[in-house]
């Protein structure tokens, strides 16, 4: 996969617009890997998260992952010559400051520790890059795309869109689909929900560019493995049908506010617990479906 050529960057999402509301933009509802797995998971807290949209507060693991995304998509934008252990880390510092000034309320997660304590999480989100360069050497590829927004609709009219970390392209145009996993959740807990996410992903570039990805590659820099599947045809079929079935699902559930918890170990990640029946708590009063996009990803769902 290497010595592909570099042409395109983080694409903008397309918008259609809807003439009663004056051109302004408004994109249509759609299905993301994010929120098709929650709903898989749990119907109640897909519609917290899409529906409801109620805040979560990060963890400093998951905004370490964003900042270790950030970084390594740096690291691509540099000449081959300079993707090193060093210089990325010394991206580190300069992009958390980036990161800190757009989302100020994840400096609220430091308040009260000592600089020490901001300078040992740096360190620790250095050792995931470590892991990375464990993994790979960046000097011998060249991504076609690094976060590159990807969006297509189904014959069936379902909207799909996400975001790739990396997409590699072959000379013989070979596609590498490639995911660093960066969550301290356990990996077994992960694995299931991780292969659906790619496999979500080759659903949309094959129905893009008419090619099956010859490689989904999860990295999983906490522990420095990697994980290589190859998709074939007749299963993105079937995956193409589990989408299509999981958005009418969601569609129904919609319409008629009926979004049911299924409690399983994974509560344990929820934020929602206290307005959950399963834990003696109750939702809030159904605000009904939200028009246009419940398919949001936020940055932290980028970079699980
Ligand atoms: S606590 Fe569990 S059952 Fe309740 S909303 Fe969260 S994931 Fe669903």
Redesign the pocket.
């Known amino acids: 996969m290497a010595d592909a050529t570099r042409t395109t960057a983080t694409a903008e999402p397309p918008a259609t617009t809807d003439p009663a509301q004056d051109a302004v933009p408004v994109r249509r509802p759609a299905l993301s890997p994010s929120r098709a797995s929650d709903f898989k998971?749990?119907p109640?807290?897909y519609r917290?998260r899409a529906v409801d949209r109620l805040p979560e507060v990060p963890t400093k693991a998951q905004v370490r992952g964003t900042l270790v995304h950030s970084v390594l998509e740096r690291l691509f934008a540099l000449p081959r010559e300079q993707r090193l252990p060093e210089r990325a880390k010394e991206l580190l510092e300069p992009v958390w400051t980036e990161l800190a000034s757009d989302c100020p309320e994840w400096t609220d997660l430091f308040e009260g520790d000592d600089d020490g304590e901001v300078e040992s999480w740096l360190r620790s989100a250095g050792e995931l890059v470590d892991a990375y360069f464990g993994l790979e050497d960046p000097r011998r590829l060249e991504p076609e795309a690094c976060e590159l927004h990807v969006e297509t609709e189904l014959s069936s009219g379902v909207l799909l869109r996400g975001y790739i970390d990396r997409l590699d392209v072959a000379p013989t145009g070979e596609i590498r689909v490639v995911d660093y996993k960066t969550g301290a959740a356990p990996r077994q807990i992960g694995e299931a929900k991780a292969m659906f996410q790619m496999k979500f992903y080759a659903v949309v570039l094959w129905r893009l560019r008419g090619v099956v990805p010859r490689q989904l590659k999860l990295m999983y820099l906490t522990d420095g493995q990697a994980l290589a599947y190859t998709p074939d045809e007749a299963e993105l079929v079937r995956f193409e049908r589990t989408l299509e079935a999981i958005w009418q699902a969601i569609l129904k559930a919609g319409r008629t506010g009926d979004f049911r918890?299924?409690?399983?170990k994974?509560?344990g990640w929820?934020?929602?617990?206290a307005?959950?029946?399963?834990?003696g708590g109750t939702p809030p009063e159904y605000p009904g479906w939200p028009e246009p996009d419940p398919g949001e990803e936020s940055v932290l769902d980028r970079a699980d």
């Open positions: 998971q749990c109640l807290l917290f918890p299924n409690p399983s994974l509560c929820c934020s929602h617990q307005r959950c029946p399963s834990f």
